[in-house]
Structure formats: structure tokens, C-alpha cells
């Protein structure tokens, strides 16, 4: 179980000192930066936009996944791509084109994530995942951190690594929404091999955090 990347959302950090929020995960062993961009159309919640993701590329070199949950999200992919992202993620509900989006976001050199909201149904991806670098299966409904884990999405989870051995793909299965201390080990067994922490990252004690994480691995 040691192979598993933490990937926390800075949707719950400390804005007034984000800079220092990076510098925690820093200290978390293959660990990736979490962006969750809201625009207030696809969620009601808002968040930033590229020129707070540019600030935070000037104070580290980890790995940003900039998780779209926005309106005609390939107009904002050049903006991204710009301020310093590795990776977008995009939603499977917000398009008719994801195959068209997967290329435009490709151009850019960047990887490429798809996402399903927990009531999505899950073959609105599985024709898409020999073309995508990340699965992101939301186990909360998107929009505001500090959700329950919604408990069917273990089912989804294991649908998509079961998917990913029979056809020998290469996706990454990454899952967002209330993991945590009492939820993440049965998201690993399940498959998983990145995990969005939110609140928990955040809002615990940094030790406990960090022991707790070792303790996974």
C-alpha cells in the first residue's frame, strides 16, 4: 500500500498563508498540490483563478492538478497551462466532446484528467479511459470542502481498477471527497493510488497528520 501519492486541496488551507500550507506538503512524501477552481455556474461555490496558482508556482516545484468544476472549461486550459499546471481534470458532465477536450488540453503538454460526480454513472467514462492520465471519482458532491464520504463510491473505485487491469491501461485512479483517517485505507484497497485530503490535511494537527500517513504507507 506504500505506492500511493496524497494529493492535498488547498480549498481548505489557510489563504492568509498559503505559502506556507505548500510548505507542509512538502514535507509529505510523493505528494501533489490539489487545485480546486470553482466558477459559481458548474458549483455554487468560487474559488481562484490562474494568477493565484502563478503565485504558488514561484514557492514550489510539486506537481499541480488544477481540478476544473467550471462552465466550458477548455476556455480557461491556455490560462492554466501558463501559470504552471502539470496536470487538468475536467468533469465528463460538462462536455458532449471529452475526446475533443482530452487533445486540447494534451496540446499544452499537460496530463489529462476526467471526473465524475458521485451519481454519474460510471460508463459515461469507460469508453474515454485509454486516452486519460488521471480518473477522478468524486465521492462527495463537488463544491464545498469538509463532505461525508459517500460510501457507494468504493464500487466505482474498484469498477475502475478492475477496468484497468483487464485491458492493461495506465490511469491513474484518484479519488476526492472526505477521505480521511477513518475513510482512506478502504479507498486504497479498493484501488485507489491518489488521495485528495482536504479538510483532514488542513484542520488536524500537522503531526498527526503526517503519522497517519506514514502509517498508511
Not at 477552481?37 to 493565484?52: A, Q, Y
Not at 477536450?101 to 499544452?108: C, G, L, P, Q, T
Not at 460526480?117 to 463537488?142: C, G, H, K, Q, W
Request: include cysteine.
Amino acid at each position: 500500500m506504500s505506492d500511493f501519492t496524497v494529493a492535498p486541496s488547498i480549498l481548505s488551507a489557510d489563504f492568509s498563508n498559503l505559502s506556507s500550507e505548500i510548505k507542509k506538503i512538502e514535507e509529505i512524501p510523493e505528494s501533489w498540490v490539489h487545485i480546486d477552481v470553482m466558477d459559481g455556474h458548474f458549483v455554487p461555490n468560487l474559488t481562484f483563478g490562474p494568477c493565484v496558482v502563478s503565485s504558488l508556482r514561484k514557492v514550489t516545484n510539486l506537481f499541480f492538478d488544477a481540478h476544473l468544476m467550471v462552465d466550458n472549461p477548455e476556455n480557461l486550459f491556455e490560462d492554466f497551462y501558463k501559470s504552471g499546471v502539470n496536470s487538468i481534470t475536467f468533469h465528463i458532465e460538462e462536455t458532449h466532446f471529452p475526446l475533443r477536450i482530452i487533445k486540447k488540453i494534451k496540446s499544452y503538454g499537460m496530463e489529462t484528467g476526467v471526473s465524475l460526480n458521485p451519481a454519474t454513472p460510471f460508463n459515461m467514462v469507460e469508453r474515454i479511459l485509454p486516452y486519460v492520465d488521471i480518473l477522478l471519482i468524486m465521492s462527495v458532491e463537488p463544491g464545498f470542502s469538509g463532505q461525508s464520504f459517500i460510501p457507494f463510491s468504493l464500487e466505482k473505485i474498484k469498477r475502475a481498477a478492475d477496468i484497468r487491469e483487464k485491458e492493461g491501461l495506465n490511469f491513474l485512479i484518484s479519488v476526492d471527497g472526505g477521505v480521511n483517517e477513518k475513510t482512506a485505507k478502504s479507498v486504497l484497497d479498493a484501488g485507489a493510488d491518489i488521495l485528495v485530503m482536504g479538510s483532514f490535511f488542513f484542520k488536524n494537527d500537522f503531526t498527526f497528520v503526517k503519522n497517519f500517513i506514514s502509517s498508511l504507507r
